[in-house]
């Protein structure tokens, strides 16, 4: 069982940014997938970023140039790094891993963007 804690998130206004990090209860060298979800008030769950076990990563056109997604392993963490923040990008954001044919979930951090 892996457990995934986000924390970084907060209120900000337009035009700022956050850092939103997800601790794992495992190794995350082993994770081949890791990546980072949003869900928006009213709205579905949307991927907005991703990276592999190898550190490729990808993100939604939505917030390319914008975020950016990485992982430390020494430190078994995942970060989302979110500049130029607008009031688009307010969500619930939830990190999210694949590991020995599961799926895990985080709680969820919220993230809110004024104007």
């Known amino acids: 069982q892996v457990q995934l804690v986000e924390s970084g998130g907060g209120l900000v206004q337009a035009g700022g940014s956050l850092r939103l990090s997800c601790a794992a209860s495992e190794n995350i060298f082993s994770f081949n997938f890791m990546g980072w979800y949003r869900q928006p008030p009213g709205k579905q769950r949307e991927l907005v970023a991703t990276v592999t076990s190898g550190g490729s990563t990808n993100s939604a056109d939505s917030v390319k140039g914008r975020f950016t997604i990485s992982r430390d392993n020494a430190k078994n963490t995942m970060y989302l790094q979110m500049n130029s923040l607008k009031p688009e990008d307010t969500a619930v954001y939830y990190c999210?891993?694949?590991?020995?044919?599961?799926?895990?979930w985080g709680q969820g951090t919220q993230v809110t963007v004024s104007s």
């Open positions: 999210n891993v694949h590991y020995l044919s599961r799926s895990y």
